[in-house]
Antibody, heavy 118, light 103 residues
């Protein structure tokens, strides 16, 4: 069984950088697949942010690309997300997922709520 | 960008009903269309991928079909645990969701 767990600050100030980490257990992220971030503003739908493959190649939603960085840390079996210059519109529940290809997310973390507020 | 539009946005329905949710793409897409189910406070769960392939463990009352721009998710006989919100996804675009509510 594969488990994913998001972690990071729950509150970020406007204009600052949001940073989250996803810790994966039950599967070595260097073995394959893609590792994705998806978010959901309170009461709204899902938004795919981006992903990273097991070799470090990254893929981004064009609407967020300029502000998003996704990195892999195979030594810790983790991947991370940074979103720069955040605004209130970035307030959301952030999920990390395993994407086994064609944007098919078969395992999800429980999600972590990040609020952007001063 | 390809936009995905689901209809209806919500549906009041009863246990035992046959339910069909539609997802329309703004342009013709390959058949890499996924469907997810999300219950309140939970992460989404993958139901169907590649338009019509059931994810392991998903009940056979769920089915998917479609091609080109029009795709459907059908639940043949709604069960109490199926009341949830359903999302289609193609590439990095999700539909806005369809919420199934108890009539």
């Amino acid at each position: 069984q594969v488990y994913l767990q998001e972690s990071g600050p729950g509150l970020v100030k406007p204009s600052e950088t949001l940073s989250l980490t996803c810790t994966v257990s039950g599967y070595s992220i260097s073995s394959g697949y893609y590792w994705a971030w998806i978010r959901q503003p309170p009461g709204k739908g899902l938004e795919w942010i981006g992903s990273i493959d097991h070799s470090g190649g990254t893929y981004h939603n064009p609407s967020l690309k300029s502000r998003v960085t996704i990195l892999l840390d195979t030594s810790k079996n983790q991947f991370s997300l940074k979103v720069s210059s955040v605004t209130a519109a970035d307030t959301a529940l952030y999920f990390c997922t395993r994407d086994i290809g064609n944007y098919r997310s078969d395992y999800w973390g429980q999600g972590t709520l990040v609020t952007v507020s001063s | 960008d390809i936009q995905m539009t689901q209809s209806p946005s919500s549906l009041s329905t009863s246990v035992g009903d046959r339910v069909t949710i539609t997802c329309r793409a703004s342009q013709s897409i390959a058949s890499y269309l996924n469907w997810y189910q999300q219950k309140p406070g939970k992460a989404p769960k993958l139901l169907i991928y590649a338009t019509s392939t059931l994810e392991s463990g998903v009940p056979s009352r769920f089915s998917g079909s479609g091609s080109g721009t029009d795709f459907t998710l059908t639940i043949s006989s709604l069960q109490p645990e199926d009341f949830a919100t359903y999302y289609c996804q193609q590439s990095y675009s999700f539909g806005q969701g369809t919420k199934l509510e108890i009539k």
